[in-house]
């Protein structure tokens, strides 16, 4: 089946600092997504990408639909306390299929 | 509006124990999804319904049964609760021509199986 590799899995950072993390596939997709996840809570869209290339911004984040259709990656810039929780990528192909996430800690 | 909801949004089952995970929604959307999430594994797609009376198989159906006798509600049945269960169960739903990245997610619920 179609596997996504997503890196780094944590990530420390000081606030302020700029974070990148990025998504593999073995598969094609035809759109990315990135999601956050707050403790307790359910995943909320944050960016979509729906052409390879794209590179797409939402405030301090920005995104990019990779040439391939195999990856993609998310930037943070400027990063905040409050960024701290649980990013995921995810695939859409007939299900959206989620990376393994990447845990963010910001340090004041 | 409510949104989606879930309950209960924590149990504690024994091995071999039957239980239902509650879905509602009351945004009259027409689809709902069932996911867990798992540890280090990102969320998988456990079975959905693209409006009442029709359901099917996601990425990782087995051991869990669903039904769909009305737009807002989608449980989620457990027959009987194996350790490898353990995870946190997500609902979502959407309006039927939207793109599947627009759903929204309930809050999960987190559940044990002894």
């Known amino acids: 089946g179609q596997q996504l590799n997503q890196s780094p899995q944590s990530m420390f950072i000081q606030e302020g600092e700029d974070v990148s993390m990025n998504c593999t596939s073995s598969?094609?997709?035809?759109?990315w997504l990135w999601y956050k996840q707050d403790p307790g809570e359910g995943p909320v869209l944050l960016i979509a990408?729906?052409?390879?290339?794209e590179l797409t911004s939402n405030g301090r984040l920005t995104a990019q639909f990779g040439i391939t259709r195999k990856d993609s990656f998310l930037n943070i810039s400027a990063s905040i306390p409050s960024d701290v929780g649980i990013y995921f990528c995810?695939?859409?192909?007939?299900?959206?299929?989620f990376g393994a996430g990447t845990r963010l800690t910001v340090k004041p | 509006n409510a949104g989606v909801t879930q309950t209960p949004k924590f149990q504690v089952l024994k091995t071999g124990q039957s239980m239902t995970l509650q879905c509602a929604q009351d945004?009259?959307?027409?689809?709902m999804s069932w996911y867990r999430q798992d540890p280090g594994m990102g969320l998988r797609l456990i079975h959905y319904?693209?409006?009442?009376?029709?359901?099917d198989q996601g990425e990782v159906p087995n051991g869990y049964n669903v039904s769909r006798s009305t737009t807002e509600d989608f449980p989620l049945r457990l027959l009987s609760a194996a350790p490898s269960q353990t995870s946190v169960y997500f609902c979502?739903?959407?309006?039927?021509?939207?793109?599947?990245?627009?759903?929204?997610f309930g809050p999960g619920t987190r559940l044990l199986v002894l």
């Open positions: 990408l729906y052409k390879a290339g």
């Open positions: 995810a695939g859409r192909g007939w299900f959206v299929r």
């Open positions: 319904s693209v409006g009442a009376g029709i359901t």
């Open positions: 979502a739903s959407r309006f039927g021509g939207a793109p599947q990245e627009t759903q929204y």
């Open positions: 945004m009259n959307h027409e689809y």
């Open positions: 598969s094609i997709f035809n759109t």
